[in-house]
Each structure stands twice: as C-alpha cells, then as structure tokens.
C-alpha cells in the first residue's frame, strides 16, 4: 500500500517569513495530493491541492510543488501570519480511494 | 450548503459498552470515509463506503467494528465492547464522486474510560 512521509515534524519561524513542508510517497500510482490544515481541537482543513498532470499550484501566500519522478511535494507558505500556526498534514490518493495521510507538521509563527 | 455533519461530537463510554457514531455527508456526496486520529497522530484510514456498499474496508480492525451507509439516513461506524485503546477522534469525510476532494466533518472524540 501507499507510504507517506512528511518532514519535519515541528516547525517554528519567525513571522514573516517562509515555512516548508515536504513529503515523499511510495506508490507512482498516487495521483492526487492534497493539504490539510487542523486548529487543535478542530477538522483537517483543505488548504490546496495538486493533480498528478500538474507540476505547481498556487493560491495567494501558499504554493504547492510536486515531482512525480522523485515522489515528492511540498508546501510553501510565504509572509506567515501567527494565525497559520496549526499541525499541516500531506496526503496522497491513487484510484479515488482513501487519503494516506502524512505523519504531520506543528507549524509555529512567533510574532 | 451545510458541511459534513457528525454526531455526537464528544462520547464518553465505559469499557464493554457499544458506540455509535453517526456521520450525513455534504448534500450531494455519496462516497463516505471514516477515517481514526489518535492523541498527537496523523489519520488513519479505516472504511470507505458508498450507499448500501462498503467499498474497502481494509483499515478497519476485524473484530469489534462495523460500518454501514443505508440508502436512507446517516452513516453509521460502530464499535462494540469499547476497550481502552479505542480512545481517539474519529473523523468522516466527504466527496461527491470517486477522485474528488474529500472534506471532513467536526469528528467525535470518543474517550473510554
């Protein structure tokens, strides 16, 4: 079956500056890689995702980047704003099937 | 358009008892995904489910749990004679047809004393 692996596992930044993510996958068969956001206590939230046929995506401060050769993508998020603190999970899809979700990424934006 | 609904949203049950949690998709969504967070965890898949049909049911544990979507009513992911180590957020998700985005609902977290 499908392995995801995102790193790091925490990150801290400095307001204003950028935050990466990334995550690797075993199966080339993925074909769909979302993002999601979780506020402690809350739902994943869809923040951007990436179809297979696509190299970049990007909505206003995030950006998403995917290389099907190496089976990875990352997620970019510039300007940082202390509300993006949140734990970020990467996951990947083949076959319109479940998520396999990355182990997830504690971001923190100190002002 | 209401999102993904879940209910109860909090379920405290003592060990051997049953629970039952109840998830309605978005208006428009037939594909249902049960999905299990534990403290400080990624998610973890466990059903997937279509109306009237479960379609992979490999991340669900054998023994214990079962899940259904009635052609009428919510979906339904039961566990029976709860143990401690059922302890978690259970979160379903949404999508309108097969390789479409999944959204997910508020979960209920379920504690086993």
């Known amino acids: 079956g499908e392995n995801v692996e995102q790193h790091p596992s925490t990150l801290s930044v400095q307001e204003g500056d950028s935050a990466v993510i990334k995550c690797t996958y075993s199966d080339s068969a993925s074909n769909y890689f979302p993002w999601y956001k979780q506020e402690l206590g809350k739902r994943p939230q869809l923040i951007i995702d990436?179809?297979?046929?696509?190299g970049e995506k990007k909505d206003q401060r995030i950006a998403v980047t995917l290389n099907k050769t190496a089976k990875h993508f990352s997620l970019h998020i510039t300007e940082t704003q202390p509300e993006d603190s949140a734990v970020y999970f990467c996951?990947?899809?083949?076959?319109?099937?479940?998520?396999?979700f990355g182990g997830g990424t504690r971001l923190m934006v100190k002002p | 358009n209401a999102g993904v609904m879940q209910n109860p949203r909090h379920l405290v049950r003592r060990r051997g008892q049953e629970a039952r949690l109840r998830c309605s998709p978005m208006?428009?969504?037939?594909?249902v995904y049960w999905y299990r967070q534990l403290p400080e965890e990624g998610l973890k898949f466990m059903v997937y489910?279509?109306?009237?049909?479960?379609?992979?049911e490999s991340g669900m544990p054998k023994e214990r749990f079962s899940a259904e979507f009635p052609k009428e009513g919510p979906s339904i992911l039961r566990i029976q004679q709860v143990v401690r180590g059922d302890s978690a957020a259970y979160f379903c998700?949404?999508?309108?047809?097969?390789?479409?985005?999944?959204?997910f609902g508020p979960g209920t977290r379920l504690l086993v004393l």
């Open positions: 998700a949404s999508s309108p047809r097969q390789e479409e985005t999944q959204y």
């Open positions: 489910l279509q109306k009237e049909n479960i379609i992979d």
């Open positions: 208006k428009g969504h037939s594909h």
């Open positions: 990436i179809r297979s046929n696509v």
């Open positions: 996951a990947a899809q083949y076959a319109g099937n479940m998520l396999t």
